[in-house]
């Protein structure tokens, strides 16, 4: 069965602190994504990433970097944490052709206090 | 700008009655567009997708969208609701070109009251 894997289901962090969401896909996809879910807001694009070591900036890249070293792994960088970046993270990822469909983790709420 | 509107936030419909959740989209050139629903404490999952195949999609669960070019609108239908349908769903658009990416709505809260 296919699958997208985020490290952590649950995230608790300080302000300033430097955070690492990892994402891990089984299915040899060539794009990953990073989104938030925020309430009212829906999801917004973070990064994207079309093949290994590829990445373009999202809607809303500020705050964030990202990481692909390996074509399973996708991992987002907060760089120093705020408050405002309270959220919940998803990851999903497709095979190339922009009508495949995304295959979404679970999600990661994280808290920045 | 590319973008996608859901009107209304929260919808609420008694088991058994039609589902109506609306999606419209801001563009003149024909897009990719799918409807993901997601339940609580789960991530996303594709309920269907128009590809300019055909203008009825037909997703899992019974729901269905068409796609309507003259009022740039692919609105999510069932029949008949189902407690079970209770869950968040988000249309989503996809233009192609160098970006790639895929923008959702702000998505829609469905309620089923028994």
């Known amino acids: 069965d296919v699958k997208v894997t985020q490290s952590s289901r649950y995230l608790v962090k300080r302000t300033g602190e430097k955070v690492f969401l990892e994402c891990v896909q089984d299915m040899d996809h060539e794009n990953m994504f990073w989104y938030r879910q925020d309430p009212g807001l829906g999801l917004r694009l973070i990064y994207f990433?079309?093949?290994?070591?590829?990445?373009e900036k999202g809607d809303i890249p500020e705050g964030y970097s990202v990481s692909r070293e390996k074509k399973e792994r996708f991992s987002l960088i907060l760089e120093s944490a705020s408050t405002n970046q309270t959220s919940m993270y998803l990851c999903?990822?497709?095979?190339?052709?922009?009508?495949?469909?995304?295959?979404f983790g679970s999600g990661t709420q994280l808290s920045v206090l | 700008a590319q973008s996608v509107t859901q009107l209304g936030s929260h919808v609420s419909v008694s088991e058994g009655a039609l589902v109506l959740l609306r999606c419209n989209y801001s563009?003149?050139?024909?897009?990719?567009l799918f409807w993901y629903v997601q339940y609580p404490n789960q991530g996303l999952q594709l309920l269907l997708k128009y590809t300019s195949a055909a203008t009825l999609v037909k997703g899992i669960n019974g729901f269905e969208a068409e796609f309507k070019k003259s009022e740039t609108s692919f609105h999510l239908t069932k029949p008949s609701a189902h407690m079970s349908d209770a869950a968040e769903y988000f249309c989503?658009?996809?233009?192609?070109?160098?970006?790639?990416?895929?923008?959702f709505g702000t998505g829609t809260l469905l309620a089923v009251q028994p």
């Open positions: 999903a990822s497709r095979r190339s052709p922009i009508n495949e469909k995304l295959f």
């Open positions: 989503a658009v996809s233009y192609g070109g160098a970006t790639n990416k895929l923008i």
């Open positions: 990433s079309y093949d290994v070591k590829m990445k």
């Open positions: 563009s003149s050139v024909p897009p990719y």
